[in-house]
């Protein structure tokens, strides 16, 4: 998949295998695994920001109408496009800044400053008159948004226990969805209660707040630590997450993973071109993947095609959502058994299966109600193989197979990578949508699901029940 080796080593497919080998064979070990319970505390705290993450993406989907009303700008269609499409401008500023900003400061402290811009920003939105306020409330809760995501990656992957990371790292992709399904659930009243969708955007500031608080007594990573100079504090934050018996090991782990590394800075040129350039874009591209293969675009377009089933809307909307959060908690027992490239294959496969039969649903083959069952099961299909896999095992496999000197960057980069593609699909869908029709758009969104496939199989390599240290030792350059 990738080996740590300097530009000018030009490596063939057996050297990627040979690397494979050594994660297989793995290193000596303590005597027995250290108990989850001590890391889980913190690994739930961390995933406070997913929560919001999912809440803050749907909060304005049932209060839109309701906003637009009291705010002056309904009709204008542009403008409630804004009021959606500026949190994801936002997010991308800090998705940017956030490699950078964890760190400098830290995993903690980069949480609390995720939590900061939410708790302004909801609040601006929710006790806003006008649409200006509204706008500049969403850009600043979309700068958390873009920050929570690649911060509660690197700190559960760098928490957790080798044994249960890919279980802990499933706990993302449920908060997630609890935040998308929590927000659905807020919004019910917005049509009889006037003014109600001000308090959807006051009750995100309390989750906000608690994640902010709750960060002061949370470890902070050992890793992050140990780059720091801070040895002896890295060996206390290990004993507080794995216990005392296994901190002597974690320690001379990381010790040994260190080896070799340049202490100097990580600049953007070195991720974009230099040594680690290949790892990175094996990043960007499973991230690019995710989005193009129209996850975001069967949100949208889910209420419509049960609308033509003849299911209203809201329970349209709250039967994705239960999809979503059940592919979730099957992958959490499934991560650290199958491991992180069988989920992936199987999930894109998956996926490609449910837009075939999404297309075929859009054609004059089948009958009106044999298309609805097409539309309608391959709508649900999709949604629960993505949640399986290729929604919650990226944002957990990157982390992993990123040298430490330069994961909290690379991340910063790859998950700027699904901004971006998320933004345009959003954009784009509806106008492509209208011109291609479903058939072929649908057709376009397989396709890319297969190439994610055969992608996946050529460059993903297993981690599962490694250590970070591990993964980074077979990954260094033979010398």
């Known amino acids: 998949m990738y080996k740590r080796t300097p530009s000018r080593d030009n490596s063939n497919m057996e050297d990627v295998e040979e690397n494979s080998d050594l994660l297989d064979i793995g290193l000596d070990k303590g005597t027995s695994n250290p108990s989850l319970m001590l890391s889980l505390p913190h690994v739930l705290v961390a995933t406070i920001s997913s929560f919001l993450f999912g809440y803050h993406l749907g909060v304005v989907n049932e209060p839109l109408e309701s906003i637009s009303v009291d705010l002056g700008f309904r009709g204008n269609t542009l403008a409630e496009g804004l009021v959606v499409s500026i949190c994801l401008g936002g997010a991308l500023i800090g998705c940017l800044l956030s490699g950078w900003i964890a760190d400098g400061v830290g995993r903690r402290r980069a949480f609390q400053l995720c939590a900061l811009p939410m708790i302004i920003g909801a609040s601006m939105s929710a006790a806003t008159n006008n649409l200006f306020g509204m706008l500049v409330g969403r850009l600043f809760v979309g700068t958390g948004l873009g920050l929570g995501p690649p911060v509660a990656s690197l700190y559960v992957t760098e928490v957790s226990p080798a044994f249960v990371r890919g279980t802990f790292g499933a706990f993302i ?49 050992p890793h992050w630590l140990y780059k720091q100079g801070r040895t ?19 320690m001379s782990e990381l010790s040994k993973a260190d080896r070799g590394d340049d202490s100097d800075s990580v600049k953007l040129s070195e991720l974009l071109h230099g040594r680690h350039s290949k790892v990175v874009f094996i990043g960007s591209t499973l991230f690019a993947l995710q989005q193009l293969s129209g996850i975001n675009a069967v949100f949208y377009f889910s209420s419509t095609v049960f609308k033509s089933a003849g299911v209203p809307s809201d329970i349209a909307n709250v039967c994705i959502g239960i999809a ?25 496969f998956g996926m490609a299966i449910a837009m075939i039969l999404q297309a075929t649903g859009a054609t004059s083959l089948v009958s009106n109600m044999g298309a609805q069952y097409f539309s309608v099961g391959g709508m649900f299909l999709f949604v629960l193989t993505f949640a399986l896999g290729a929604g ?26 699904h901004w971006v593609i998320n933004f345009f699909v959003g954009l784009l869908f509806l106008r492509l949508l209208e011109k291609l029709g479903p058939q072929l758009l649908y057709s376009m969104f397989a396709t890319f699901c297969i190439m994610a496939v055969i992608f996946v199989k050529r460059n993903v390599v297993e981690t599962k029940g490694k250590s970070l240290h591990e993964i980074e030792i077979a990954l260094l350059p033979q010398d």
Do not use: H, Y
């Open 324 to 348: 979503n959060l059940a592919g979730s908690i099957v992958s959490m027992g499934l991560m650290d058994k199958l491991g992180r490239k069988v989920l992936l294959f199987w999930s894109f």
């Open 173 to 221: 992709q449920i908060a997630t969805c609890l935040g998308l399904m929590g927000a659905l659930f807020i919004g019910i009243p917005v049509k009889e209660i006037s003014g109600w969708w001000r308090v959807c955007f006051w009750v995100s500031t309390i989750p906000a707040a608690i994640l902010a608080t709750a960060m002061v007594f949370c470890a902070e990573s």
């Open 232 to 250: 002896a504090e890295a060996e206390a934050e290990f004993e507080r997450l794995l216990g005392v018996s296994e901190a002597k090991f974690a």
């Open 392 to 417: 919650p095992v990226p944002g957990l496999l990157l982390p992993e197979i990123f040298p430490s000197r330069i994961r909290a960057k690379a991340m910063a980069v790859c998950m700027s990578v």
